[in-house]
């Protein structure tokens, strides 16, 4: 005979969790892990810092200096969430397993609205460096369609890889790390540049 109060779903429940009921399942190892993590965090150091530098001018390096001092402020409270419940969904779960339906779907709303802003800020960033290699690449239209492909890939189903996330974050880190070599080697031979910043 069949028990139908068996939790038979695929996630296991925190209660599940909390007292080792949880079936086992293949876990990431420390590298595949931190490249996921690490793409998600290092990313924004594309698009933000010149946005920064648009609107704070030569303020830029003490407001991205605040923002990171804000996150590591969250440092604490991002390990015991994950550490308590170690399941997809986020904020939501979270919320969801503290507070009312309602304030996680509301927290579910504004993560997604921000996923959404951050893919079209990434993409349409993306293009305008491609721009100004190709001027012939339009950049809104180019932009509409990545993000159309993705939206597709998406819904078909494909899930990231964390071998191809791996690859990513190895390439990444290595460029911006070019980047600053190059900068720091470039210092001591010319400080015009610096000095132009500083006048705008």
């Not at 003490?62 to 440092?75: D, E, H, N, R, S």
Request: glycine share 4%.
């Amino acid at each position: 005979m069949l028990n139908h109060n068996k939790n038979t779903s695929a996630t296991p429940s925190p209660a599940e969790l909390l007292h080792g009921g949880a079936p086992h399942r293949k876990k990431l190892n420390q590298i595949l892990a931190t490249a996921i993590c690490g793409n998600d965090i290092t990313s924004s150091c594309l698009y933000v810092a010149a946005i920064a530098a648009v609107y704070a001018g030569v303020l830029a390096p003490l407001v991205l200096i605040a923002v990171g001092l804000v996150l590591y402020l969250y440092k604490k409270i991002y390990t015991e969430v994950v550490e308590a419940l170690p399941l997809n969904g986020g904020a939501y779960n979270c919320l969801l397993n503290c507070t009312s339906k309602f304030t996680a779907s509301l927290a579910a709303c504004m993560t997604i609205l921000s996923y959404i802003a951050t893919a079209v800020i990434s993409a349409k960033t993306g293009i305008e460096y491609l721009h100004h290699l190709f001027p012939s690449v339009p950049v809104i239209r180019t932009t509409i369609i990545i993000l159309a492909v993705f939206a597709i890939l998406t819904i078909i189903g494909i899930t990231e890889s964390a071998v191809v996330a791996l690859c990513i974050f190895i390439f990444h880190m290595t460029v911006l790390t070019l980047f600053c070599v190059l900068g720091f080697a470039s210092i001591p031979s010319d400080f015009s540049i610096i000095s132009a910043n500083l006048q705008t």
